[in-house]
């Protein structure tokens, strides 16, 4: 398994997946009308996708510097 492998099966990425796609649905709902809410919403868009982005970089670096723990536990 590579290390991207390992980082995608990580429960925090898999949890920051699942906020991106939850404000995604969210960000569906809103009406095109409202002029603040539409400006808001791709700053909650760009926040979430950072969280995972973020997980991914550190966890590439953590990874790396644990690679043999966590061989041993995967």
């Known amino acids: 398994m590579s290390r991207r492998d390992k980082l995608f099966d990580l ?3 898999k949890k ?3 906020i991106l796609d939850l ?3 969210l960000l569906n709902t809103i009406s095109e009308e409202d ?9 909650m868009r760009d926040d979430a996708a950072i969280i995972c982005a973020k ?3 550190d ?5 790396a510097l644990m690679s043999p723990k966590l ?3 995967l």
């Not at 002029?35 to 700053?43: D, F, G, P």
């Not at 966890?59 to 990874?63: F, K, Q, R, T, V």
């Open 35 to 43: 002029e603040y809410l539409n400006a808001t919403k791709y700053m």
């Open 11 to 13: 429960p925090i990425y």
């Open 23 to 25: 404000v995604n649905s």
């Open 71 to 73: 061989d041993a536990v």
């Open 55 to 57: 997980i991914a970089g």
């Open 59 to 63: 966890g590439i670096e953590a990874l």
């Open 16 to 18: 920051a997946e699942l």
